[in-house]
């Protein structure tokens, strides 16, 4: 876990991860949430509707920015501020995604971050972005 | 850039961080007659105004200030010496 605190960071600092989507994942998710919509949990469901397979939670594929934050983008001394998300295309079980942050602006009073953050898939597309606001305690 | 250019800018500053897009400010506006204007809304206006006008606060500065008018004075100040 990084450690950065404010005045170690500056304007496109950046980080990134990489996580293969798992059916444990959707399972665990699907418990936490409650949400067993048919398009996340009903293979034949989400194929009748256009989809290549059971569409994985956008919420779960969020969670990554999370991680991000909390262990990367600044690390330990996160406190997340709030979050836009933008859903781009759907991500399905077995999908290897790269999450990526970097800082687009720095506020010294408040020692706040914003950090403009992508997830992409393995052939490069988009399936995620976010507007992460970010302080820094401690 | 006059003083009433940069209030109606910081105006839509307001009515976009507490997505209310009838929000009236006036000099004498605080955080105790807008709602919603929490300490995390705060920084959000903070930052917003860093953005448009390509300044900087020190902690100082905005933790002085009394009301919606300081605000726009110190924009101003700001603005003039950059």
Known sequence: MKTHQFHDLKL???EAFNVIITEKMMADFCLISGDNNPLHVDEAYAIEN?????????LLVSSFYSRLVGRHLPGKHALLHGIDIAFK??????DCL???GEITHLNAAYQ???????????ENLVVSKAKIKVGLHG | MNRNNIFEKVQQIFRDVFDNQKLTIVDSSTAESIDDWDSLNHINLIVGIEK???IKFSLNEVTALKDVGEMINLINHKVQIA
């Open chain 1, 12 to 14: 496109n600092d950046s």
């Open chain 1, 50 to 58: 256009g989809f290549e397979n059971r569409v994985v939670y956008g």
């Open chain 1, 89 to 94: 295309k759907p991500v399905y079980v077995g």
């Open chain 1, 98 to 100: 790269t999450v990526y």
């Open chain 1, 112 to 122: 706040q971050i914003e950090v403009q953050a992508t997830i992409t898939n393995q």
């Open chain 2, 52 to 54: 448009e006008f390509d």
